[in-house]
């Protein structure tokens, strides 16, 4: 079964990856399993590029629609439980985004 697994990421075209770094953070599935496959799939250096791509693309969407698209249903939906949103001064956002992305354990789902 394993081996059929092999044969079947080798026969998936780039795109199909880039597409599954790019889209499944946003939901809570985990991508460090594509991120290997891609590794095994591309080379260290062909699956490093697709995977830093993906990403590049996931960071953009996701901050498109919590930013914009979607920031009235993200605090609708936190106001239920009495959570706002932080709000972080202009001057420290850089300070907080580096602060949530290098902490160990968060899922980019939450990042």
Request: proline share 9%; glycine share 8%.
């Amino acid at each position: 079964m394993l081996e059929q697994l092999i044969q079947y990421f080798e026969t998936l075209h780039p795109v199909v990856f880039l597409l599954g770094l790019a889209l499944c953070p946003l939901l809570p599935i985990p991508v460090s399993p594509l991120w290997v496959i891609a590794g095994m799939r591309f080379g260290p250096v062909g699956g490093l590029l697709i995977s830093a791509l993906g990403l590049l693309i996931n960071f953009s969407l996701a901050y498109l629609l919590s930013k914009h698209l979607l920031r009235r249903q993200i605090e609708w939906f936190l106001g239920k439980w009495k959570v706002r949103t932080p709000v972080v001064p202009e001057s420290n956002q850089t300070k907080f985004t580096i602060l949530i992305r290098i902490v160990p354990g968060n899922p980019l789902v939450v990042q």
